[in-house]
Structures are given as structure tokens and as C-alpha cells.
Antibody, heavy 119, light 111 residues
Framework: QLQLQESGPGLVKPSETLSLTCTVS??????????WGWNRQAPGKGLEWIGS???????YYNSSLTSRVAISVDTSKNQFSLSLSSMTAADTAVYFC???????????WGQGILVTVSS | QSALTQPPSASGSPGQSVTISCTGT?????????VSWYQQHPGKAPKLMIY???KRPSGVPDRFSGSKSGNTASLTVSGLQAEDEADYHC???????????FGGGTKLTVL
């Protein structure tokens, strides 16, 4: 049973950079049929895709966040990470990591981590 | 503002059927058969319910079904049960430049 778990700070100051890690267990992050992605959900709002990475390091980012986002993968630790710079209150959200298969299908999700941007 | 448009709410009585729509464009829903639907209970992670427009992952009841016509996809929940009360989100593949787009979500209430 594939499991994903997000970790990182729950509080970030404005203008700082958010760093989150997703640890994958019960399967290999190097699986050829999987991409690994980050999504977020602002309070009371819908889901927003942030970006995805393949185990080789190929990345795909939401065009609205490209200038601030970076996703990396560490196959030795079975983890992938999100970096989002210049955080503002508008970035306050629950951040979910997920496995993506074939296009845009997210079949496994982490439980999510609430990140609040406040001084 | 979400790329895909969903009604904010839907409702039905136990045993009834309800359909939730998801409207996109000829660049996403209309172009690809990669529409997915997710169920999300409060405080929980989304759960994949439908993928590739009509397919159900193992373990998802056949009361849940999906369809697509043109730029609009739909999720139908038949034989509504109390546990179906949740938020439902649609998503679609949208090409290589911005692969994943979501709708704003629909809150389904079982009366």
C-alpha cells in the first residue's frame, strides 16, 4: 500500500521560502509509471496543482507559480521536495503531495500539511 | 479562479441520483479523455473516484459514474447515501505546458 507523508514547517513569515518534503513508503519513487506532485488548497477553496517531478528530475510547474517554485527528488531517500519562495498570505493553504499516473490522475495522496504565512 | 467550472453546491435525498458538472474548454476537457473526479471529506485528503472520464479505481462503488460531452464532464452519484456527503473536485489534463487543472469543487449535501 503506497503511502505519502508531508513534513515541514506549519508557519512561514512573509517573503520567506517554504520548504516541504514528501516521504514515499510502500513503493519506489523511481517507478517508471509515476510522477510525483504537489497540490495546495487555500481555506475554503478548490485544489490547485503546483507542479510535478519524474524520478529522473524532469519537472513541470503551474505557469502561474513558475517564477517561485522548484521541485526536487532524492531517490536514495524515496523523497521529493517543494520549495516556494517569496511567500505571502495568499500562499496560506493545506499542501498535499500526491502520486500522478498517466497524465493528470492523482491516485495516492498524503494527508496534507497546513502552512500559514504570518509574521 | 479555477480553470474548470463547477457548481458550488448540489444536493439530493438518500436513494436519489445527483449529477455534478465540470465545464472546461477545448484545450482541456474537450481535448483529452483524462478527466478525474475526487471526493474529499472535511479535513481529509482527496480520494480518486473516477479517472479517464469513466473508469473507477478498485474499491469505488459502482454508484459513482462519469461521462463527458464536448467540453463538459459530469459525475453522477446514484442511490445517494449519507457517506457520500463531501466535496467533489474535477480535474483534467491540459497539455504539456500546464498539465493539471482543477475545478473549484462542489459541496454535495445529502438531505
Amino acid at each position: 500500500q503506497l503511502q505519502l507523508q508531508e513534513s515541514g514547517p506549519g508557519l512561514v513569515k512573509p517573503s520567506e521560502t517554504l520548504s516541504l518534503t514528501c516521504t514515499v513508503s510502500g513503493g519506489s519513487i523511481s517507478s517508471s509509471n509515476s510522477h510525483w506532485g504537489w497540490n495546495r488548497q487555500a481555506p475554503g477553496k478548490g485544489l490547485e496543482w503546483i507542479g510535478s517531478i519524474y524520478y529522473t528530475g524532469s519537472t513541470y510547474y503551474n505557469s502561474s507559480l513558475t517564477s517561485r517554485v522548484a521541485i526536487s527528488v532524492d531517490t536514495s531517500k524515496n523523497q521529493f521536495s517543494l520549495s516556494l519562495s517569496s511567500m505571502t498570505a495568499a500562499d496560506t493553504a493545506v499542501y498535499f503531495c500526491a502520486r500522478y499516473i498517466t497524465g493528470s490522475i492523482a491516485d495516492s495522496w498524503g494527508q496534507g500539511i497546513l502552512v500559514t504565512v504570518s509574521s | 479562479q479555477s480553470a474548470l467550472t463547477q457548481p458550488p453546491s448540489a444536493s439530493g435525498s438518500p436513494g436519489q441520483s445527483v449529477t455534478i458538472s465540470c465545464t472546461g474548454t477545448s484545450s482541456d476537457i474537450g481535448a483529452y479523455n483524462y478527466v478525474s473526479w475526487y471526493q474529499q471529506h472535511p479535513g481529509k485528503a482527496p480520494k480518486l473516484m473516477i479517472y479517464e472520464v469513466t473508469k473507477r479505481p478498485s474499491g469505488v462503488p459502482d454508484r459513482f459514474s462519469g461521462s463527458k460531452s464536448g467540453n463538459t464532464a459530469s459525475l453522477t452519484v446514484s442511490g445517494l447515501q449519507a457517506e457520500d456527503e463531501a466535496d467533489y473536485h474535477c480535474s483534467s489534463f491540459s497539455g504539456s505546458s500546464n498539465p493539471v487543472v482543477f475545478g473549484g469543487g462542489t459541496k454535495l449535501t445529502v438531505l
